[in-house]
């Protein structure tokens, strides 16, 4: 069951608990900026194919490529 959760946890449900700063330190490790973190998690912006990869890596599976890009990977 709780895997079944975390599947489907989106960019802005991982942040939630995050502390302060964390947006600025994952955008850094990803190469692309804060800004940029944060448009795709208003949904003002869409990660492409490879940073949806790398999202899902540095967030170590909890947000799915597939949440951040179903036309893609769903």
Known sequence: MVQCILSRMNLKQYFKDEPRGAKSEMAEYLGISA??????????????????????????GLVKREELRPDLFG
């Open 35 to 60: 800004e940029w973190i944060s448009k795709i998690i208003a949904g003002k912006a869409r990660a492409s194919a490879k940073l949806a990869k790398k999202i899902e890596e540095a967030t170590q």
